[in-house]
């Protein structure tokens, strides 16, 4: 019955982060990624702001609509996460916001990172 209990909590975690994902994902689609058609500096979303000015992308050889579309997987991914491991965790409030806090904190930065390297190495290469 252990294995039993251990996969109840397996399939609840993986059903709350893809309801979550899909959810979030949806309204970046839908609502936050149809304002802008095209990239203005200072204007738009602050995460994509973020991308091009620490990897000093240039946006005419990187599709905006790329970066749009993979910060909303991003973005999502984070906060599904998060929220499924919050769910799932049994301690009190306060610790379950720390603990949020320290991982929402770890994603962002290191996917990011990630992201924003992997950018400019295929912005590079169509040079």
Known sequence: MILG?????IVK???SFGICFVVVLL????????K?????????QVDIYYLVKKYRLDMRKTKYNTVKLIVAFINSFIIAFTFALIVNLKY?????????FVV???LIYSLYEIVGRILKRKENKSS
């Open 13 to 15: 975690s993986l059903m």
């Open 92 to 100: 009190k409030y306060v610790l379950k916001l720390l603990i949020a």
């Open 27 to 34: 309204i970046y689609v839908l609502f936050i990624n149809r």
């Open 5 to 9: 209990d251990n996969m109840n909590i």
């Open 104 to 106: 929402m904190f770890v």
């Open 36 to 44: 802008r058609k095209e990239y203005i500096e200072g204007k738009g």
